[in-house]
């Protein structure tokens, strides 16, 4: 099966820092998922991309959907401590399954 | 609110047990999915149910059989447990299967074999 290269495996910031990390296949994908995962729960969609080039923010998040299709991005603005946990992206090639990143774990230190 | 709703929590079983790991869903999804996470890796599919009445193997099937028993709910059984089989279990659903339809989760089984 496919597994999606995320990058970086692990963040330690300050509060208030900006964050960035990404996510790259060697497919082409149709859609991007941006995905937060706290302890003992499930993930939660934070930012959905169906687009080449497609911006889109929710909050202090924004995603990216890379020009080339292989790769997305995620940004934090203003890092809080509540931005704790680990960050998945998902993509999909065609009609098939969502293919998961192995995930960034963040830690906000205040 | 509840969304995607998994039983149990947490079991612990012992080599060659057999358990069904239960999900129900109450948006009136059409699709519904079984993932396992293990640490370092991505969630990988196990099976997918696209509509009610239909099942298709995903990723990593081995071992593993499900049943989709109605539009709610889409069950998983492990007929004989293996320690490789120790992950933490994610049921999933989303309005169509299969198209860029984002999953909602919940909040996962998570699962220990002796």
């Known amino acids: 099966g496919q597994q999606l290269n995320q990058s970086p495996q692990s963040m330690f910031i300050q509060e208030g820092e900006d964050v960035s990390m990404n996510c790259t296949s060697s497919?082409?994908?149709?859609?991007w998922l941006w995905y937060k995962q706290d302890p003992g729960e499930g993930p939660v969609l934070l930012i959905a991309?169906?687009?080449?080039?497609e911006l889109t923010s929710n909050g202090r998040l924004t995603a990216q959907f890379g020009i080339t299709r292989k790769d997305s991005f995620l940004n934090i603005s203003a890092s809080i401590p509540s931005d704790v946990g680990i960050y998945f992206c998902?993509?999909?090639?065609?009609?098939?399954?969502?293919?998961f990143g192995t995930g960034t774990s963040l830690t906000v230190i205040p | 609110n509840a969304g995607v709703t998994q039983t149990p929590k947490f079991q612990v079983l012992k080599t060659g047990q057999s358990m069904t790991l239960q999900c129900a869903q109450d948006m009136n999804h059409n699709s519904m999915y079984w993932y396992r996470q293990d640490p370092g890796m991505g969630l990988r599919l196990i099976y997918y149910s696209a509509s009610e009445g239909t099942t298709d193997k995903g990723e990593v099937p081995n071992g593993y059989n499900v049943s989709r028993l109605n539009k709610r709910e889409f069950s998983l059984r492990l007929e004989s447990a293996a320690p490789s089989q120790t992950s933490v279990y994610f049921c999933?659903?989303?309005?169509?299967?299969?198209?860029?339809?984002?999953?909602?989760f919940g909040d996962g089984t998570r699962l220990s074999i002796l």
């Open positions: 497919s082409i994908f149709n859609t």
């Open positions: 991309l169906y687009k080449a080039g």
């Open positions: 998902a993509g999909q090639e065609g009609s098939n399954q969502f293919y």
């Open positions: 999933a659903s989303s309005e169509v299967g299969l198209s860029n339809q984002p999953q909602h």
